[in-house]
């Protein structure tokens, strides 16, 4: 599914890397286990914050602390945007100018509205689990009603969104093909290192698979 793009979404800037496709524009977000999360705050001032994230269907969902100051403050439709990035490589040009990154990321744009519907709720707090480690909230204790209510969910419409993803090589001028500079790409990837049981854990439960084959899917 396509979206055509509006004055906010279009890529201007190297627009051949733009895309507005729902096929294109899912997976990162999916992929992605941070977001940031940017508005205007009521004096004027624009703020930005980094949060976690996770997609239901067509619609974008961010959590945070009832306190919270951001959340407070964009829960009664409030317009946001939110930028997910993707980096998977470092490009190496022979001249800096072209230097540059292998990356995914999507911008949304839209109006935060507050989740208060008890099942909703739960599928939210299962979804945003699930999104950092698949299967984790099978195992984890539920959240009590106290809990929830220190717990703020916003969702956005993935209605005006677009992707921008750059891959392949440098593009070295022709005039800097000859300097003996090397020229490529460094692949970089989000590595799990070895889990680390918590000191206070009962003696016998072992490492579940979603922490000890933990990865993200291959972009």
């Known amino acids: 599914m396509s979206q055509p793009p509006t004055p906010r979404t279009r890529v201007r800037r190297l627009p051949e ?4 496709d729902r096929d294109t524009i899912d997976p990162i977000i999916d992929e992605a286990i941070i977001c940031h999360l940017a508005w205007i705050g009521p004096d004027g001032d624009p703020r930005v914050i980094p949060t976690i994230h996770t997609r ?11 306190a919270s100051s951001t959340l407070r403050g964009i829960k009664g439709g409030v317009p946001v945007a939110i930028a997910i990035t993707l ?12 230097h540059s990154m292998s990356y995914r990321t999507v911008i949304v744009y839209g109006k935060a509205e507050e989740v208060t519907d008890p099942t909703e709720l739960q599928t ?3 979804a945003i689990t699930d999104q950092v480690a698949p299967g984790r909230s099978k195992d984890a204790r539920r959240p009590t009603a106290d809990e929830i209510g220190q717990t ?3 969702k956005i419409p993935i209605s005006e969104a677009s992707a921008k993803v750059s891959a ?8 800097d093909m000859d300097l003996d500079v090397w020229a490529g790409v460094l692949p970089l990837t989000l590595v799990a290192g070895e889990p680390e049981p918590s000191p206070d854990l009962k003696p016998g439960i072992a490492t579940p698979d979603y922490v000890t084959d933990w990865h993200r899917p291959a972009g």
């Open 17 to 20: 890397l733009g895309a507005y």
């Open 56 to 66: 239901i269907g067509d619609a974008l969902y961010v959590h945070g602390s009832a």
């Open 87 to 98: 980096i998977d490589g470092i490009q190496f040009a022979r001249s800096m100018f072209e």
């Open 124 to 126: 939210v707090f299962d």
């Open 152 to 154: 703020t969910f916003v």
């Open 168 to 175: 392949g090589f440098p593009e070295d001028a022709e005039a």
